[in-house]
C-alpha cells in the first residue's frame, strides 16, 4: 500500500497560480502512476491529470489542458500538480491516487483504476 499526503492548497485570486504537492511513503518501490482528481461542492468526484511511473507520460482533462502541469521527482516520492491561470471554476478538494501500473491506461481518468487514495487539499478561487 501507498500512502499518500497532498499539499499545497490554499485561497488565491483568479488568474493565480499554485503547486499542489502529493507526497508518497510506504510501498514507495513499488511501480505506480498518479492521479489528481477533484471535487467541487455539491459535485461529482472528476478527473484533474495523470502520469506515468517514469513521468514519461501525461494526460489532462480539456478543463484543465494549457493550464496546468503535472510532473514528478521519484528520487522525492512525490508528484507536483502546477495550476497557472486559475479560475472560479477551479475550486474544490483535489485528491491524488496512486494506480499501481507503469503506463498510463484506458482506465487512467476513472477513480476505479487507483488503488490508494490521499485525503485532500482545498482549493479556493476567488474571483
Known amino acids: 500500500q501507498v500512502q499518500l499526503v497532498e499539499s499545497g492548497g490554499g485561497l488565491v485570486q483568479a488568474g493565480g497560480s499554485l503547486r499542489l504537492s502529493c507526497a508518497a511513503s510506504g510501498r514507495t518501490n513499488t511501480t505506480y502512476s498518479i492521479g489528481w482528481f477533484r471535487q467541487a461542492p455539491g459535485k461529482e468526484r472528476e478527473f484533474v491529470a495523470a502520469?506515468?511511473?517514469?513521468?514519461?507520460?501525461?494526460y489532462y482533462s480539456d478543463s484543465v489542458r494549457g493550464r496546468f502541469t503535472i510532473s514528478r521527482d521519484n528520487a522525492k516520492n512525490t508528484v507536483y500538480l502546477q495550476m497557472d491561470s486559475l479560475k472560479p471554476e477551479d475550486t474544490a478538494v483535489y485528491y491524488c491516487a496512486a494506480d499501481r501500473v507503469i503506463n498510463l491506461g484506458v482506465g487512467v481518468v476513472t477513480e476505479s483504476e487507483y488503488e490508494d487514495w490521499g485525503q485532500g487539499t482545498q482549493v479556493t478561487v476567488s474571483s
Open positions: 502520469i506515468s511511473s517514469r513521468g514519461i507520460s501525461t
